[in-house]
């Protein structure tokens, strides 16, 4: 169907507002089966909420109550998933290293419930630079994406970009303004050009490949600006669920698509079908 406004979420009834210690579960039937999903508040922990979203979407997780405790909690079943990663292998270096991973991860939990520092490299979409929080994603076999792609047709800019991460390309662009060598101010200046150019942390090149590496049915975590999205391809397109504590009620609302840089998309519903939700776009009844 044509791509619809987005407009604004529904307003929440005064009585939907969770303690400040709790997130709200949201209710589908996925694949036939009743499942749980983890809704947002304004300044959520996306990255952490992405995640266990996709356990939820397994069933590798699951939570019979109305709200889940923020951090996770016990009822999510952490360790457990984590443990299922065991290899099968049981020499003693995999065990050990193994081991190692695993209280890395523990160590890291906490922290995704404020957030998570990913720093993008501009030349795959699961390029990124390593960190210690990455683990997470290795141990539970979840892939991290990202759409902010330099474009292989414009060889001004790979040259200027590189393989460099985003912290690495910022501080080029304030080493090359001081530089003398003309050459050098002139890769800081295309390279300053793509980033503006690029604000979004979206591009055409980067959504296409994004479409083609991500395998039909999968599930996995999308990063940009700052926020984590638990993302599927489905028919060969990509959807980002929707878990904006404001569609809480909206059961048409599920997934959202992501087939343009500009941000124009549409809602779906459990099944991928086209859905019409409450906003300006709607005329009421």
Known sequence: GAPQDRGSPPAEPPRAQPPGDFYFVKWILWKGQRTALVMQSENGP??????????????????GHPQIPRGGGPGLGWGNCILATQPRDTSEALQLNFQQNINDTMTVLPKLSTGLDVNVRFTGVSDFEYTPECIVFDLLNIPLYHGWLVDPQSPEQVQAVGKLSYNQLVEKIITCKHASDSRLVSEGLVAEQFLESTASQLTFHGLCELTARAREGELGVFFRNNHFSTMIK??????????????LQEQGVVWESLHSVDGDSCFCDTEFHLSHPLGKDRAPP
Do not use: E, R
Request: hydrophobic content about 55%; aromatic content about 12%; some cysteine.
């Open 46 to 63: 996306c990255p952490l909420l992405a995640i266990i979203n996709i356990l939820l979407l397994q069933w590798k997780a699951s939570w």
């Open 234 to 247: 489905h028919k060969g397109h990509l959807y980002l669920l929707v878990t904006d504590q404001g569609f």
